[in-house]
Antibody, heavy 123, light 107 residues
């Protein structure tokens, strides 16, 4: 069965860095674009980033552009999110989610999500 | 950026009730609208994609409709397991966005 398992969350000081991982199983990661979506405490869902199936295309939310980098290792069935220069407003549960739909840029949705990993940015 | 507004923000209902949640987009998004259910401490779960297509395994009491800017999610007969928060998502462009959520509570 399809599984996505995030890891790497924790407590970090403002200005610090963290790398999240998302291990995929039960399907061929190399065939799917993947996204990161976050949810602040008691808040709604916010899209963070997307990476194409082969890693050649990446897009970011304006709120994280220049600070976060999404990458993938299809040979290891793993997705990553490198987060630098963290701010208190980055505090959230971070989910990886599998892209479904015909195109990377339009009419897509998420058919599988991981359980999430909590990132807390605090001094 | 496309803004998504859900109404109501919260709703109290009873088992067996018919419930409708509305999602409005700030511009036309065709049928690129999808619905998710989220329970406390859990990841969202896909219910409806493409405004009206039921995701495999989702009970038929869930249905979606709409196009352009106005969309609805209907639960025909509420079951105890349906009490959760519901989100709409637009994917008209690369940077998708979500509604603020509708919390469905037991009356």
């Amino acid at each position: 069965q399809v599984q996505l398992v995030e890891s790497g969350g924790g407590v970090v000081q403002p200005g610090g860095s963290l790398r999240l991982s998302c291990a995929a199983s039960g399907f061929a990661l190399r065939s799917y674009a993947m996204h990161w979506v976050r949810q602040g405490p008691g808040k709604g869902l916010e899209w963070v980033a997307v990476i194409s199936y082969d890693g050649s295309m990446k897009y970011y939310a304006d709120s994280v552009k220049g600070r976060f980098t999404v990458s993938r290792d299809n040979s290891q069935n793993t997705l990553y999110l490198q987060m630098n220069t963290l701010r208190t407003e980055d505090t959230a549960v971070y989910y990886c989610a599998r892209h479904r739909g015909g195109q990377l840029e339009v009419n897509y949705y998420y058919d599988y999500w991981g359980q999430g990993t909590l990132v807390t940015v605090s001094s | 950026d496309i803004q998504m507004t859900q109404s109501p923000s919260s709703l109290s209902a009873s088992v067996g009730d018919r419930v409708t949640i509305t999602c409005r987009a700030s511009q036309s998004i065709s049928t690129y609208l999808h619905w998710y259910q989220q329970k406390p401490g859990k990841a969202p779960k896909l219910l409806i994609y493409g405004a009206s297509s039921l995701q495999s395994g989702v009970p038929s009491r869930f249905s979606g409709s709409g196009s352009g800017t106005d969309f609805t999610l209907t639960i025909s007969s509420l079951q105890p397991e349906d009490f959760a928060t519901y989100y709409c998502q637009q994917s008209y462009n690369t940077r998708c966005s979500f509604g603020q959520g509708t919390k469905l509570e037991i009356k």
